[in-house]
């Protein structure tokens, strides 16, 4: 899928410069993996394929935003358009 856009300004940086500064050091690889599968997947139901990123969708006022576990606080977050089959708003995120 096509990443529209990014929130997180770290992580733009990740994506669009290859530049990790922006995100700690030690969980840089793993957003890159991340981010790599998200950019391939094709059909929503794929994110459930890795289950150590613990993949659901959330509720409440962020109902349909997906998060993906990145460290025991922090989640990439991030909706998806159906209709343009795109990412949008993805996010690195500490929401808990």
Known sequence: ??????????????IVDDDASGVPAGVAPKLRRIVSFLQDMEFEEELRRIPAWKAHQLTGSRKGTWSLSVTRNWRVTFLIDKTEIEIIDLDYEDYH
């Open 1 to 14: 899928m096509r990443i529209r856009n990014v929130l997180h300004k770290g992580l733009r940086r990740l």
